[in-house]
């Protein structure tokens, strides 16, 4: 395939002026009992930067975002959820009214099929944890009615190609966004990052840049095949 | 049994002059795979202002810290960890060069069994975690030579007077500082905190208050059981 390598700086102005764009943030948290969670290393910094650049842009932003240490930037509308399944709910129930939907977060696919009202004593030498699927906020938002342009992020640490393009259709995206979270420097609670950019017919390479310009510059893609 | 109601303000000018103090704090985070953990709702307040604290009554600190978003206090040495089996060596290791140990860290009780090396594809509707016991930090000091004077914490959400005893005998400990995180306002990654601290023989309530003034009325009490 096609790995075009966007060197220049893509600076949107005012581009999102009336441009309605829903994105989510963070990580979620999925409570075990009442002290326990399980979550991931996500900062939500990637996120809260294109909440930033978008609104900057002249975009309407509507931002939920899971548990993080972040200023939310200024003008933009912050709903604050914390499990997969508030997050969910957040998402879906807004995203009618929204042009664009962004995928950020790194949802917790599954979570403990029960939560324990007390914290669990350790009584026991193993504790099995069972978990059960989350369900899908980016598919469920593709496969919506009205349907915003969707937006999704794939944070892998093997086959990035492979696996975000296999998202792209499973899912219905219009576009993903690959980062390998393996890499250092780069990915979950950085300062920087880089992305690999997949529509169903091409490749764009976004190279590593503070998440403030790799936000500006995955707008501008946004952008164009949005208005396509 | 007998609960005193502390209700004048304890505070030690530099009754700590002298003195090394090791200090545990904040969550710590099991890795399931690379960006997968299990983790908790500690904040690293509680044990921040036990070093704080410390550190003014003039003693010599030593902070093993789980990830937090706090800055460490001037002057005491901090020791930065992650996982519970990395925070059992930090502490350990160190146990014999210091005269009282306080264990406020909410150490993950269970690991996931192993660490997968790539994130876990979602290929499947459930997902098990089989977690086994982490290493008792406290009991393992408790039960070193040379044996620090040793102080533990229970962040219980029942029957908090049943379980902080038990936990004082089982794992031989000097005293143990118990609060009800259950309880709103108070506990996990609140400003202010209560306490009850059990020693073998009585308990001693210190009443709701800012963590900073909980740490120093607990520093006074534990003083006072050191020195006997």
Redesign the interface.
């Known amino acids: 395939e096609l790995v075009q390598h966007c060197q220049q700086q893509l600076n949107p102005s005012q581009d999102y002026a009336g441009i309605r764009i829903l994105i989510t943030a963070g990580p979620t948290r999925e409570p ?11 900062s939500g910094k990637m996120g809260y930067a294109l909440a930033q650049a978008a609104q900057q842009a002249g975009a309407k932003v509507t931002l939920v975002s899971g548990p993080v ?1 972040l200023t939310p930037p200024a003008g933009v509308a912050v709903v604050k959820v914390m499990s997969a399944l508030e997050m969910h709910h957040a998402a879906t129930s807004r995203s009618a009214e929204h042009d664009i939907f962004i995928g950020c977060a ?1 949802v ?3 979570r403990p ?1 029960s939560v324990a009202d ?2 669990i ?2 009584s026991n ?9 989350n369900p899908d906020i980016l598919a469920d938002i593709a496969n919506s009615e009205p349907r915003p342009f969707c937006v999704g992020f794939a ?4 086959d990035v190609e492979h ?1 975000a393009k296999d998202k792209l259709t499973r899912k219905k995206l219009d576009l993903i966004a690959a980062n390998d ?2 890499k250092t420097g780069q990915g ?1 609670n950085a300062e920087h990052n880089s992305l690999t950019v997949f529509s169903k017919t091409d490749a764009i390479h976004i190279p590593l840049a503070s998440k403030l310009d790799v936000a500006n510059a995955l707008l501008s893609l946004v952008l164009i095949h949005y208005k396509k």
């Open positions: 075990i009992d009442p002290v326990r969670y399980l979550s991931n290393h996500s240490n790194a917790a696919d599954y099929e007390n914290k004593k350790k030498d193993e504790l099995v944890v069972k978990m059960v699927k944070a892998e640490t093997q696996y979270v393996a979950f």
